[in-house]
């Protein structure tokens, strides 16, 4: 059975967010699944292969998921507080003083 050009192409679309054996994998399984469905539209399809693609996805690990890490050793730039923040008692008082006038 072949499927309706939209519903391929979210297989696909689907498909690039796993790894090359994963995506294989899901890729039979989602044409085995959708196969079975006498009614098939996209939205149909994006119901029935948004679990499916969960099944197949392997999060990665903590440190590739918070991005690269530039600043490995300590530089001047990372190891100076923050440009124009003050403490936040000083704004308090401040404010306080403001307020008495």
Avoid: W
Wanted: one cysteine or more.
């Amino acid at each position: 059975m072949s499927l309706p050009p939209e519903v391929d192409d979210l297989v696909q679309q689907l498909s690039h967010s796993l790894e090359p054996p994963q995506r294989h994998a899901f890729i039979d399984a989602a044409y085995t699944v959708l196969g079975g469905i006498p009614c098939l539209g996209v939205g149909v399809a994006y119901r029935t292969l948004a679990g499916l693609q969960r099944k197949y996805f392997d999060p990665p690990e903590d440190r590739v998921a918070y991005g690269p890490q530039h600043y490995r050793r300590p530089t001047k730039l990372s190891s100076l507080p923050p440009v124009a923040v003050e403490d936040p008692r000083s704004i308090g008082l401040r404010r306080a003083a403001r307020a008495r006038r």
